[in-house]
């Protein structure tokens, strides 16, 4: 673990400080601090605020790097995942080296932890989860990185995943996925019994892709909640994109919040341009951990999207209708500390005690910093600089 003297910075958009870290931690907050021997970097009056935090992205599926690929499809699901599922070795898409690829380029933009799933399916057996565990072990101490075993082409209609599942839990995934069960497997009680037993099995969170619209998302999420309440899974489990919770009458959208904050249940969301989402306020306000990611970027399902969670806050405030200031301030506590509530991951802060994973913004304020396109100064990961000026301190592949 590493000492660090950074001076000239503005903690949270407040009055120029220096922090001292050592160890990896946060030591000290305070104007003049002077420790001998310590590195010292110069923050040049930046904000800076604690490591962004990716809340759901896919590792194994992009084609940043590769040649353009012109062979997307339509927009139903099902033939985007089998395109995705049949073009991977076609496309020679080398999971270690676009995984790698996709967390390098997030470490240089300011995320010092990410959630991807990571596809599990009986064409690919656990070969696409090999080479993320690759890339996590490639850069450790530089990024964070939790694993979903997802299993994105179904659970119950095609058998064989299930105990792929459980492999991919045994070699090293953290937390179990799941998949539209009313609509995907058409057989909720099944995906949803199966995956919460895994998850009891391996002691392990859960996170439920849920695209579901109205009224029969509504149906599966109560179903996800009824399991959490009774088998005492509070505080594990997260469901991703949860469409439905903008899509069916306000008073079922309150009550359903409710409930979700009351159990404890986080709440993903990634600003989905051309879905219905639900408001990052109301959930906020209702008590709910949410948190944000850029889901897959430019990948075999779509051209979108940039390795970097201050261009999704963007997307998510537009999204989200956000103009006043403290929108914007709401929307960059989701993108890093409340984010990391939501995954898991404790008293991520810019305070005395907190780990030193830490993001310098330029800006005049908080509010300011999220509309800048501007480059990160510096990132820094357990006390270590791990980027300058947007660039990570190692090669992508
Ligand atoms: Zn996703």
């Not at 659970?155 to 937390?175: K, N, Q, S």
């Not at 489990?237 to 959208?253: D, K, Q, T």
């Not at 359903?256 to 249940?265: C, K, N, P």
């Amino acid at each position: 673990m590493t000492d660090l003297l950074l001076k000239n910075i503005r903690p949270m958009g407040r009055e120029t400080a220096d922090i001292l870290i050592r160890d990896g931690k946060i030591a000290e907050i305070g104007a003049g601090l002077d420790a001998p021997g310590v590195v010292v970097e110069d923050g040049q009056n930046a904000l800076v605020i604690p490591g962004l935090v990716e809340a759901h992205t896919h590792l194994d599926k992009t084609t940043w790097g590769m040649p353009w690929y012109a062979g997307r499809k339509g927009g139903v699901l099902q033939d985007l995942i089998d395109n995705e599922r049949n073009e991977r070795v076609p496309l020679g898409l080398d999971v270690h080296r676009q995984s790698m690829r996709h967390a390098i380029a997030l470490i240089g933009t300011g995320t010092t932890h990410i959630r991807t799933h990571v596809d599990i399916d009986t064409d690919h057996g656990l070969s696409l989860l090999e080479g993320v565990l690759k890339t996590r072990e490639a850069l450790a101490g530089m990024i964070d990185i939790q694993i979903v075993a997802f299993p994105q082409s179904g659970l119950m209609v095609r058998p064989g995943t299930l105990e792929l599942l459980d492999a991919a839990m045994a070699a090293g995934a953290d937390i179990v996925g799941g998949l539209d069960p009313s609509s995907m497997d058409r057989d909720p009680k099944g995906q949803l019994d199966a995956i919460f037993a895994l998850a009891q099995k391996h002691d392990a969170p859960i996170d439920i892709h849920l695209h579901e619209p109205g009224e029969l998302g509504a149906f599966t999420m109560e179903l996800i909640l009824e399991r959490t309440q009774a088998l005492g899974m509070q505080g594990r489990v997260g469901v991703s994109h949860a469409f439905h919770l903008a899509m069916v009458p306000p008073a079922r959208i309150e009550a359903l919040m409710e409930r979700i904050a009351a159990l404890d249940v986080s709440i993903y969301s990634t600003g989905h341009p051309s879905a219905n989402v639900p408001s990052l306020k109301a959930m906020r306000a209702a008590g709910i951990r949410v948190g944000i990611g850029c889901d897959g970027i430019r990948d075999t399902w779509g051209p979108w999207g940039e390795p970097d969670m201050m261009h999704r806050a963007r997307i998510v405030g537009m999204k989200n209708g956000f103009r006043r200031d403290e929108e914007l301030e709401l929307l960059l506590d989701t993108a890093s500390g409340a984010g990391a509530a939501s995954i898991g991951v404790a008293g991520h802060a810019v305070a005395v005690g907190s780990a030193a994973d830490l993001t310098l913004l330029a800006g005049e304020t908080l509010a300011h910093a999220v509309v800048l396109q501007e480059p990160r100064p510096l990132v820094i990961k357990g006390g270590a600089v791990v980027a300058r000026a947007g660039h990570a301190v190692i090669e992508a592949p």
